[in-house]
């Protein structure tokens, strides 16, 4: 496996909360590296630190120790601004609870990280093209007649398409998904794999997290997270 | 851009927002009504009193005045800086109006109307005389009689509605004045029956100044006759003020250095005379100095006021915090999504500012709105309160006061309404600043939702 093959690689994460009086380690040592390309999918039981690694490896989140590196930066080394850039720019992410905002309509959902990423001027030069990708991305995801909408009016799995979607926005080269069908029936849930599915096999890189097997059993790899290391 | 988008739908679909654009319109428009109403007042009561005074005054603490003044009016009026000059004798009396078995006391103010109205606003107080200030003081029944100008307060009736019963010539009334004129040392000039000084004057006109205890208690007489009335007559004349009027291009402190040389000259050239010890007694002051005693206790009210008002800005902030802290609390998941889309920290505080500013800003035009198209209807507002509940907010027949003050002063607006965003943006301040502090994993977490 070459170098550029790889595009995201975490090694020796450390992480752990206080709960009260006690601390809980999260992750311990932990060692992974996703390709380019791949579908990864990281099972393991309710707490084993599952969202966690997920939040460390798009940025939200710092490990207490060890590194992670996407396209062979770490992370750990950029500044704040780079950061904020990667998640606009190198990531989407997609939640469980979708994480739509309320008040602005579907469209303005899915564009808003193009907008998010402009000055008043630069997204008026730029507005008419990322509406365009937005609608594109919209209408491959069969959302084309609910751009108006506003999220509390779709239902959950095309809430989550527009989640998707938004995570799409600026072509991002990882995909990282927080249990995506986890609060979806199971029909709705393959929907969204089958989205996961062509996307992947589009060349996304896609990482996701969920406790369910049969969910796992769609991605291209499955890593199984306990006692906060990868089980080999 | 997003920032801007966001803001709108905030202030446009969050109902609780509305309860902040509520309260600071709510402020605004206490804060433009009250600061208008007092501002107007204080502004009316100051040019009334520079009005009735002129730019600067020249007098004797002392009843009994001060000689040599003619030197000092020649040099005065030959100055670049002077534009008119007025001597005036004042003094008190006791008036016994005929037909009536009351007698009052009085102050009594002898001037030459002509000069007078040139120095001051005498001129415009009058009613019947205003086109012809020259005969102020000649009834028009009767030009013989020597004639005296009454504040309106001492001549007419008021209505409880502040309307004066306006007569439309003046009656034959006879005024007699006595006073007890005094020495160059301040005793009493007469003995026995000759104690007192006794003239009557006849009413020919009323001046009508707006102010309260000049109007309800002031007589004007002809200067020469109010001198030889006051015992200040006589070889040596003597005055109790000199009121000064300067160029329109003159600074009211410059005209006063100006009035002070001249009288530090005219007072080391009588240095030698024999009453030159009454010169000590006189001053030159601005109007403002001249009648501080009544404007410094309208300025403190004002000033009171203001800071009464400043505590309602501090309740603004309180309620745009709490609304801002609610609204913040609420919209968690929101900025823990625009954190995993790249949003920094400070784009979030730059978010919630430019919410707060419009808050603000909108807040302040409802308020100024509804300020100002109050501030229009107040005068009928409370005469239909006078009307229909007998509510006034200033009883008319006991204030000098005709309509409430309803101009609005752009400068105070405008200071208002900066207020009224600076007080929504330091409410926000505290909640923006957390919000931006926010881990976007805890706020995307399940259990926070």
Redesign the interface.
């Known amino acids: 496996m070459s170098n550029n093959d790889v595009i995201l690689k975490a090694e020796r994460l450390d992480k752990s909360y206080r709960m009260g009086a006690t601390r809980v380690d999260v992750l311990r040592g932990l060692d992974l590296t996703v390709k380019r390309g791949e579908f990864v999918a990281i099972i393991g039981a309710s707490g084993s630190g599952k969202?966690?690694l997920l939040?460390i490896l798009?940025a939200?989140?710092k490990p207490d120790k060890g590194a992670v590196s996407f396209e062979g930066r770490i992370l750990g080394r950029q500044s704040?601004?780079e950061l904020?850039?990667?998640?606009?720019?190198m990531v989407g992410?997609v939640?469980?609870?979708y994480?739509?905002?309320?008040?602005?309509s579907v469209l303005?959902n899915v564009f808003?990280?193009a907008?998010?990423?402009?000055?008043?001027l630069g997204?008026?030069g730029c507005r008419r093209r990322a509406k365009r990708r937005a609608m594109e991305l919209l209408v491959q995801l069969g959302l084309g007649e609910r751009v108006k909408h506003k999220p509390y009016q779709l239902s959950g799995g095309e809430r989550q398409r527009v989640a998707i979607a938004?995570a799409l926005m600026n072509e991002p080269k990882l995909l990282l998904a927080d249990e995506p069908t986890g609060n979806l029936d199971s029909a709705t849930g393959n929907g969204i794999l089958d989205v996961f599915d062509k996307l992947n096999k589009a060349g996304q890189t896609i990482v996701m997290v969920t406790h369910d097997d049969r969910i796992a059993q769609r991605a291209g790899r499955i890593i199984t997270l306990a006692d906060g290391k990868i089980r080999s | 851009?997003?920032k801007?988008?966001?803001a709108t739908?905030?202030l446009l679909?969050?109902r609780i927002t509305y309860f902040a654009v509520l309260a600071v319109a709510l402020c605004v428009f206490i804060v433009v009504v009250v600061m208008t109403v007092m501002a107007g007042l204080v502004g009316d009561f100051k040019q009334k009193n520079h009005d009735f005074t002129g730019d600067c005054v020249v007098a004797s603490e002392s009843l009994v005045g001060f000689p040599y003044y003619e030197d000092y009016v020649k040099k005065l009026e030959a100055s670049k800086v002077v534009e008119a000059v007025s001597e005036v004798i004042r003094s008190y009396g006791l008036l016994s109006p005929q037909g009536k078995d009351v007698t009052r006391g009085v102050e009594i103010m002898g001037l030459d109307p002509a000069r007078h109205s040139r120095a001051t606003g005498f001129g415009n107080t009058l009613h019947h005389r205003r086109n012809d200030i020259l005969k102020a003081f000649v009834p028009s029944y009767d030009p013989n009689l020597p004639g005296c100008v009454l504040g309106i307060d001492l001549a007419l009736e008021r209505d409880s509605n502040g309307r004066y019963a306006y007569d439309s010539s003046p009656s034959r009334i006879g005024f007699p004045i006595s006073c007890f004129p005094l020495t160059a040392r301040g005793a009493l000039a007469g003995a026995g029956t000759a104690l007192a000084n006794t003239k009557t004057f006849y009413y020919s006109d009323h001046s009508h100044s707006g102010l309260a205890r000049v109007d309800d208690s002031i007589i004007y007489l002809p200067f020469a006759e109010a001198q030889a009335l006051c015992g200040m007559g006589g070889e040596t004349k003597r005055i109790n003020a000199i009121h000064i009027k300067f160029k329109p291009d003159v600074k009211l402190t410059t005209g006063c250095e100006e009035a002070r040389r001249l009288w530090s000259i005219c007072k080391s050239e009588k240095a030698n005379e024999s009453q030159a010890y009454l010169l000590d007694t006189v001053t030159v002051q601005d109007w403002k100095l001249y009648r501080r005693e009544l404007i410094a206790a309208m300025e403190k009210e004002q000033m009171i006021m203001g800071v009464m008002f400043g505590f309602v800005g501090i309740v603004t902030v309180f309620i745009v915090l709490v609304v801002f802290y609610m609204l913040i609390s609420h919209k968690s998941?929101?900025i823990?999504?625009?954190?995993?889309?790249?949003?920094?920290?400070f784009?979030i505080i730059e978010l919630f500012a430019g919410f707060a500013l419009m808050v603000g800003l909108a807040g302040s035009c409802l308020g100024v709105l509804g300020g100002w198209q109050f501030l229009l209807r107040i005068n009928s507002i409370e005469r239909w309160l006078f009307q229909h509940f007998g509510f006034q907010v200033w009883d008319r027949t006991m204030f000098a006061i005709g309509d409430i003050p309803s101009e609005i002063s752009p400068r105070v607006l405008t200071v208002i309404v900066l207020l009224a965003i600076a007080a929504c943006l330091i409410g926000a301040l505290v909640p923006s600043w957390q919000a931006a502090r926010l881990?976007?994993?805890e706020t995307?977490?399940?259990n926070q939702?």
């Open positions: 969202s966690t939040h798009g939200l989140d704040g601004r904020n850039r990667f998640r606009n720019k992410f939640f469980q609870f994480h739509l905002l309320d008040e602005l303005e808003l990280p907008m998010a990423s402009k000055s008043v997204w008026l938004r | 851009m997003y801007l988008v966001l739908r905030y679909k969050r998941k929101d823990g999504v625009l954190r995993s889309i790249g949003v920094s920290g784009d881990k976007p994993v995307l977490q399940v939702l």
